[in-house]
């Protein structure tokens, strides 16, 4: 393989397993709207799920962008320190740092929205030891739920599996798993049209997650992908000064290799889907940017009258 060729491979498999550790959770959130969406006819147990759902998952996301912003570019030059048999420069490590952590600043600002609308209705929140309990009592059962709550299982592990997601499933069915003072809480709060506020405000943060997801992520994708192609156009000079050795060639190899691996694993051991699905679902965003760009194309073909729109010199 050209050494060119090579480190372009490389280049694109390391832009994908970053594309799965900064936004994967945020596509996982989207489509678990829908799985309870679809799954729960029952509007206030489904509002239930969905809150918590939401809650936990969005709380996952944040310490997600902190650990992924700051260690996978420390991960990275470590890689590189071993990699190369002279020193290694660390401003493209710390600009990709600056870049990743002001991308995950914008991503959380856009999310405090979604979470505003989820705090007017806090006490539909179950404490994080309750829901401990549930995610245990459920794996129990005998029904998977390795997944991150809260913090739980947020090491940063790079090829082995990485950062668990947050998926639906473990929400669901919460209801029967309130004892018997949570239901007459429950039904307490319904009496005093609790529920319906719930409703209002649990529509409100689907709106607004909605909006965040189409308009806003394809962007912040967008400026990942630029920031990743920066940051591996600094280091082609020093790439390509060690990559005509054999066994560095066949280092490279090796880590491009673990790379592809751990796309082709499942999110987590309860759901078959690919990690890489969803690393081609966070790419595929970037379509709805151009569909957002087309909109503007059209309003300006499609009012602007003819005479406005063919600029005419005078006496023409």
Known sequence: MPVEQLYLSYARHSNDYLSYDLFGQ????????????????????????????????????????????????????????????????????????????????????SLSEVENALSAVSSFIILKKDMDEFIKEKTKRGRNAALAVGGIGLALAPLTGGISLVLPGVFMGINTYMNAADMKRIEELKQSNENLRLDFFMRKALDAYEHFMSTLVPYYVSEMNQSVTSFFQELAVPYQGVLGDPSVKQKLLGRMAEYYTFKQLPIDDSVLTKKEALVETVQGSLSLADEHMQIFKQEVTYHVPESVAVPKLSGK
């Open 26 to 109: 945020l596509f996982a959130i989207q489509e678990g709207i829908r799985e309870i969406t679809a799954t729960n006819a029952n509007r206030d147990f489904r509002n239930l799920e969905m809150i918590n759902f939401l809650y936990y998952a969005i709380q996952s996301q944040k310490r997600r962008l902190d650990t992924v912003s700051i260690y996978l570019p420390a991960f990275w030059e470590r890689e590189d320190r071993a990699l190369f048999p002279f020193p290694v420069q660390q401003q493209p490590y710390r600009q990709l740092q600056r870049n990743l952590t002001s991308l995950s600043a914008q991503i959380r600002h």
